[in-house]
C-alpha cells in the first residue's frame, strides 16, 4: 500500500493541474468576456473582431511555425472545416453584438446552455444515443433559455435574440470540434481566427474609428487573452477528466456576474437568475448521465474514438 502511495499522489497532482487550468482559462474567457463589452461601446464589433484576431496571431504564430505548412492546407473534410470556421465567426460576433447592450450575466446565461444544445445536435446529426432522461434535462434547459429570454413582445430584444442565436453557433462549432478531432488544435484555432479577421475586415469597412494606443493595446490583448484561455482549456482536458471538468465552465457565469457588477453595475434580475438555475441544473444532469452511461457501456462496444 505504501509502495503504491506516490503513484496515486502523481495522479492526483495531475487531476489537480487540469482542474486548476481549467478554472484559471474559464476566469481568463470571462476577463476576455468583459474587455469585449468595454470596448464594443466604442467601436464596431467588426473593428474588435478584427484587431483582436491579429492579437491572437501574436500567440498563435510561435505554434504555426512549429508544425509543417501543409497541415494548415491539407485538412480533413474541407466542408465541414468552413462550417466550423462560420459557426465559431458567428458565435464570436454574436456575442460582442449581445453585450454591447445586455449585461454580461444575461449573455453567459444564453451560452450556458451550449451543453445542451450539443447533446440535442449530437443526437441529431451524429447519432449519438440519448436517454430519456437526458431528453428530460434537454427540454428543461430549453425552459430555463426561454425563461431568460422573456419571450413577449413587449421585453423580446435583438440583442437577446443575437444572444440566443449565438449560442447555437457556439454549440454547432463544439459539435464540429467532435467531428474534426484528428485535426490539430494548431489548424482548428488558426483557421478559426483568420475567419473571424475576414469577417472583422469586411464589417469595418465604414465603420473605421482611430483607436487610441490604449485602445489599440486592448483589442490586441483581447486576442492574447482568449488564445491563452482556449490553450489552457485545451491542456486541462489532456490532464483531467472531461467528465470533472466539465461543470467547472458554469464557474464563467459567476465571474460573469461579478465583472458586470463591478465594471458596469449590472444586477442579474430575478428572471435571468432563476433561467440559468435551470440551465445550470439541466446541464449537471446531462454531465451526470453522461458519466454515467459512459461507466456502463461494455470496453468493447466503445467507438475507437472514445465516445
Not at 81 to 99: I, K, N, P
Not at 175 to 191: F, G
Amino acid at each position: 500500500m505504501i509502495a503504491r502511495t506516490p503513484f496515486f499522489r502523481a495522479g492526483s497532482n495531475v487531476v489537480l493541474a487540469g482542474i486548476l487550468l481549467m478554472l484559471l482559462g474559464d476566469f481568463l474567457f470571462a476577463l476576455n468576456d468583459a474587455m469585449g463589452k468595454w470596448l464594443v461601446a466604442s467601436f464596431s464589433v467588426g473593428q474588435v473582431l478584427l484587431i483582436r484576431s491579429i492579437g491572437a496571431f501574436i500567440v498563435l504564430g510561435p505554434m504555426i511555425a512549429r508544425q509543417s505548412g501543409s497541415a494548415l492546407f491539407k485538412v480533413e473534410r474541407p466542408g465541414l472545416q468552413l462550417l466550423r470556421v462560420v459557426a465559431a465567426t458567428a458565435d464570436t460576433g454574436l456575442f460582442y453584438a449581445a453585450v454591447a447592450y445586455l449585461p454580461l450575466a444575461d449573455v453567459m446565461t444564453f451560452y450556458m446552455a451550449g451543453p445542451i444544445y450539443v447533446a440535442a445536435i449530437s443526437h441529431l446529426f451524429l447519432g449519438e444515443k440519448v436517454g430519456w432522461r437526458r431528453w428530460v434535462a434537454i427540454l428543461a434547459g430549453f425552459g430555463g433559455v426561454v425563461i431568460a429570454l422573456r419571450p413577449s413582445s413587449a421585453s423580446l430584444s435583438l440583442a437577446s435574440l443575437f444572444a440566443l442565436v449565438g449560442s447555437l453557433c457556439f454549440a454547432l462549432s463544439l459539435v464540429m470540434n467532435r467531428v474534426l478531432r484528428a485535426t490539430s488544435d494548431t489548424t482548428l484555432v488558426t483557421w478559426q481566427t483568420l475567419g473571424a479577421l475576414v469577417a472583422g475586415l469586411a464589417f469595418t469597412i465604414g465603420s473605421w474609428r482611430t483607436p487610441t494606443a490604449l485602445d489599440l493595446f486592448a483589442m490586441l490583448l483581447l486576442g492574447i487573452v482568449s488564445c491563452a484561455a482556449h490553450l489552457m482549456i485545451t491542456r486541462a482536458l489532456k490532464l483531467a477528466p472531461a467528465s470533472t471538468l466539465a461543470p467547472l465552465q458554469y464557474s464563467l457565469l459567476l465571474w460573469a456576474a461579478v465583472f458586470g457588477l463591478i465594471f458596469f453595475g449590472d444586477v442579474p434580475d430575478t428572471q435571468i437568475l432563476i433561467g440559468s438555475g435551470v440551465i445550470v441544473f439541466a446541464g449537471l444532469f446531462i454531465f451526470h448521465r453522461q458519466k454515467v452511461v459512459d461507466k456502463t457501456v461494455p470496453v468493447e462496444a466503445v467507438p475507437r474514438d472514445g465516445r
